[in-house]
Nanobody
Framework: QVQLVESGGGLVQPGGSLRLSCVVS????????MGWFRRGPGKERVFVAAISALGSNTVYLDSVKGRFTISRSNAENTIYLQMNSLKPEDTAVYYCAPTQWGTFTPRTDFDSWGQGTQVTVSS
């Protein structure tokens, strides 16, 4: 069973930056696309960014294009989300998950979300 541990969140002012990390264990990490999702206050969890299994392709939510960068280290079983030029609307709990390429939804065989990491953008 896959286990995910997200970290790196915090309180940041608008325009600031954060780098999130997600360590993956208990699964064949290198064979799966991975993604970041977020749940804002009072909202459903939505897709933010995805990266292909070997890291050669990435996809982003339109509102974060040019500001966020997803990357992965298969040697360290870790994915990252570099977030720059943060806005108040980026405030959310961020989660990582194995992701279905094409639909950019969590894989249908995945149901063991981590605790997430809180990102708060506020002055």
């Amino acid at each position: 069973q896959v286990q995910l541990v997200e970290s790196g969140g915090g309180l940041v002012q608008p325009g600031g930056s954060l780098r999130l990390s997600c360590v993956v264990s208990g699964a064949t990490f290198t064979s799966s696309p991975m993604g970041w999702f977020r749940r804002g206050p009072g909202k459903e969890r939505v897709f933010v960014a995805a990266i292909s299994a070997l890291g050669s392709n990435t996809v982003y939510l339109d509102s974060v294009k040019g500001r966020f960068t997803i990357s992965r280290s298969n040697a360290e079983n870790t994915i990252y989300l570099q977030m720059n030029s943060l806005k108040p609307e980026d405030t959310a709990v961020y989660y990582c998950a194995p992701t279905q390429w094409g639909t950019f939804t969590p894989r249908t065989d995945f149901d063991s979300w981590g605790q997430g990491t809180q990102v708060t953008v506020s002055s």
